[in-house]
């Protein structure tokens, strides 16, 4: 195959002016792309992209990413046109895990990584869906969206030639594994990944949970689920009001509760970037694994703010996720995925073609699962019309 010739104008930009750039600019703390681990199968490095920046590319060029469009993040997909998705979600926590990167200068193309791939496994129809796929394969390994995420990128996306999956770094595919991490010799590869994740892991791990406290409340509101009488109950939101009515002294309603709610995402950024720094000062880790061991998370809220965000926590289970009129919906497509899945066990020849040549190698059950739960909230119900009728 003919090499790509580059411009020596182009060249002027290359990937080791980058390497430079982390160099001089990155905390001693941060993962520098120069000093990954590498990936699985050997690619020679490009020469104008990072590592991390070729990985993010890869993830947004994945067809498992794009279907995150059409994946539920509380309301069925479909439900309004302003209701988050799985995918909306997504980048507005890749938007906060940025600016926090950036705020502890640590590496924000890794982060953004970590933040793009952290969902592209989950099922459809939100974490109810992904109870049932886990009830589905109690004998059979169970389900996880976060390792179904890595499964993703490691063997259901194969679009290259020469190499299963999508061939992403050692720290991409590490920053997957939040729930696997805290494991005695949890490790990837030989390498291990904890007992805690690099600080950008934990970054993105802690831009999820904001992203989730904010814009969940967003959408609650938007749908007429959650009142503002109901939110003026919990410290988080008067805490929130309160800063907004001090910066703004005369809003509509409309504008008053759009900016409360970026309040909101801007009171936990604060929040954890300076208890980031105090823990920083504390313990004074002086690379990667300096983190990964240090005697406590270095990305984390403050006790004060657990606290508050416990609360708050527990009010949106109450009088969101756990609204009737959510899971309703939620009850009744589920039972339309478990009912799929069955029919994909009893007759796997319906399976997508992809799928099927998966089957000797990983198994009928897992490669049901796997193909369940790649499907959108849309392509499952219009399986289970297919099958059932409407």
Known sequence: MAHIIYSAFLMKYARKDWEGAEEAHLAHYATRSADSLGRRHHEEPHPLRSCFARDRDRIFHSRC????????QVFVNGTADHYRTRLTHTMEMSAVGRTLARILKANEDLTECICLAHDIGHSPFGHVGEEVLDDLMKNEGG?????????????????YPGFQGLNLTWEVRAGLLKHEAHNEGAGLDGHPIGPFQSMEAQIADIADDMTYHAHDVDDGLEAGIVTLQQLETTEFWRMAAAATKDRYSALSEFQFVRATIRTLLEMQVVDAADHAFQTLEQYGPEGVREVMAAPKRIVDFSSGMKEILDQFTAFMFENLYFHQGVTDATRKSTAMMRSLFLHYIEHPETMGRKARTRLEQEGLWRTACDYVAGCTDRYAIEEFKRFYGS
């Open 65 to 72: 990413f794009r279907r995150l469009e059409y994946k539920t």
């Open 143 to 159: 389900f996880d969206h976060n390792l179904q995420s890595l499964r993703c990128i490691e063997v259901i996306e194969s679009p």
